[in-house]
């Protein structure tokens, strides 16, 4: 009902604008459906992009990064190249600058690019501090402690030279023993071999790392020997008295001897030989263990040159190099030490910035793989809604279409069966109208029905009009043909019917006279109150049709009375 009342207050163009209006209306909430589904779905991928997908590339920058730093950093401490060191640098500032766009992603991410930066400073720092303590301790094998307890090693190894006198005093002894057999059992063969060790002795003197002064005295006192030995081989071989064996060349030996033993330190060169493989034992595994060994081969020299009979110059300075060189290999044992701390801590920082990488990958896969699928998801569920929105905005539009078009074409039918009924014959069906409706078929339905109470109000005068006048001219043939009172009272009852109607009937057009004015009179007022809005024009026609129905009632009523004069 109230539907019918809203549809009344609208003309057929605005009904009409108003249906495709409404249907368009839907498409475009359906349109907009879609368009905020697709603006749903594209801004919850880009969600996914600039989060998530941001955060992985920024946490597999910083691991791509931290691996770069790492190689350099391998290879810095295995070549001591300082390039590796700044490939390094460069690397950390690459992963510092991933840190800080991971920052900038989400709130949630700060806490962890801050924890990732200070770990890469950590890191940074003990890198740094490591490469410091390499140039300390030298970056090749001439610098830092690495070339000074070198230096020191290469000095003790040409002093120890100096006193490798192990293959002379053998080559002496052999030369004394061949001396005894001369004089034991005067042979000539043993003079060629003594002069044979001689010679040999003169050779190993030349090879020996002797200073050249003790060389000097060696070569002077062996050719002494030589020969004051030659005189005493010919008082041998002449089988003269040799006095036991004894002369000049025996002094000259012992003189050799005293030289050798002055310049004689016990297996010293293998103990440096030793304490160079420890060393190196060491700077290449570093394990202390070798460190203990080369502190024991110290030891095992200190007490191999303490006692022996080389002068007190040489024996102070050959301990002052000694002494040197412990100290510079200790400190170079601390170093490795140091590196060794900074390295574990620089791993421990890596470690942990790994660690941080792969938690929140592993969690930004996760969360990308859920969201995903809520994605996916939430468009399938949409997608279904905006297929159901789509056929509910069609099945809505037909039915507003047909609604519309039956809101119209029913009385416009109704309306043409009535004016056929018009046309041929009298009716007493009215079309349904509603005083005040905009509607057009509304205001075409009110004039029909007009139309139709004036045909049956001029039929039922003319119906009223022609009993009246044949009431009355029955009457007057009654009153004149015959005085029979029974026939006389029928045609005055009749008579009187016949005014009696036409006095209901003209009651009725009064009462529909005051109908009228009441409209003319309510439609005025609504004039003053409506001013210049829509629903003048309306009351103005329903003015005009109301005046021109009492017109035509006024002039019905007007012929009627004419026309009773002369009946009368």
């Not at 000074?148 to 006198?165: I, P, S």
């Not at 045909?455 to 043939?477: H, P, Q, V």
Request: aromatic share 8%.
């Amino acid at each position: 009902m109230n539907m019918s009342k809203l549809t009344r207050s609208f003309r057929i163009g605005e009904k009409i604008g108003f249906g495709f209006g409404l249907v368009g209306l839907i498409f475009l909430i359906v349109i907009w459906q879609y368009h905020d589904t697709l603006r749903q779905s594209l801004g919850d991928y880009q969600q996914l992009q600039n989060i998530f997908v941001a955060k992985k590339i920024d946490m597999l920058s910083i691991e791509s990064s931290m691996r770069g730093a790492r190689q350099a950093e391998k290879e810095f401490l295995l070549y001591r190249d300082e390039a590796f060191a700044g490939e390094v640098d460069r690397q950390l500032q690459q992963a510092l600058l991933a840190a800080a766009d991971l920052g900038r992603v989400d709130p949630e991410s700060i806490h962890i690019a801050d924890r990732i930066t200070e770990l890469l400073n950590i890191y940074q720092q003990k890198f740094q501090a490591t490469v410091l303590d390499w140039r300390k301790m030298g970056l090749d094998h001439n610098s830092g402690l690495q070339g000074t307890f070198r230096n020191a090693a290469h000095e003790l190894e040409t002093m120890a030279g100096h006193f490798k006198v192990d293959r002379l005093y053998l080559q002496l002894l052999q030369i004394r023993r061949s001396e005894k057999d001369l004089g034991l059992r005067r042979e000539e063969q043993y003079l060629a071999q003594v002069l044979d060790l001689i010679q040999e002795f003169e050779r190993k003197t030349a090879e020996a790392q002797f200073e050249e002064g003790v060389k000097t005295r060696l070569f002077h006192e062996i050719g002494t020997y030589r020969e004051t030995f030659k005189a005493y081989a010919r008082t041998v071989l002449s089988d003269e008295d040799i006095h036991g064996g004894k002369g000049p060349f025996r002094q000259a030996a012992h003189r050799i001897e005293a030289i050798l033993n002055s310049h004689h330190v016990p297996e010293l060169a293998n103990n440096i030989l030793q304490l160079r493989r420890r060393e190196k034992d060491y700077l290449l595994r570093h394990d202390k263990k070798y460190v203990d060994m080369a502190l024991q081969e110290l030891d095992r020299i200190h007490t191999r040159v303490e006692p022996s009979a080389i002068s007190t110059e040489q024996k102070t300075h050959f301990l002052t190099l000694l002494k040197n060189y412990r100290r510079d290999f200790t400190a170079l044992v601390e170093q490795n030490g140091h590196i060794d701390r900074m390295t574990g801590e620089m791993q421990r920082a890596v470690s942990e910035i790994t660690l941080l990488v792969k938690e929140n990958v592993a969690t930004a896969n996760q969360v990308m793989t859920r969201m995903e699928k809520e994605i996916n998801l939430s468009s399938d569920q949409k997608e279904r809604f905006l297929l159901w929105s789509v056929a509910v905005a069609t099945l809505l539009g037909i039915i507003f279409a047909i609604s519309i078009t039956l809101r119209i074409v029913r009385p416009l039918r109704s309306m043409a069966g009535m004016l056929d009924q018009l046309a041929y014959e009298e009716t007493t069906e009215r079309l349904p109208f509603y005083p005040g409706a905009r509607d057009e078929v509304n205001a075409m339905a009110g004039s029909v029905n007009t139309m139709a109470d004036n045909k049956s109000r001029f039929i039922a005068w003319w119906k009223s009009s022609m009993r009246e006048a044949d009431a009355c001219e029955n009457l007057e043939t009654v009153l004149k043909q015959t005085p029979d009172k029974p026939e006389r009272d029928e045609a005055e009852r009749e008579f009187r019917n016949a005014l009696a109607a036409r006095h209901e009937l003209l009651f009725q057009q009064y009462h529909k006279l005051h109908v009228l004015n009441g409209a003319v009179i309510k439609q005025a007022e609504a004039l003053q109150k409506e001013g210049h809005s829509g629903g003048i024009q309306i009351s103005i026609n329903t003015i005009r049709y109301s005046s021109h129905s009492m017109q035509n009632i006024l002039e019905m009523v007007a012929f009627q009375e004419n026309q009773k004069r002369p009946a009368v």
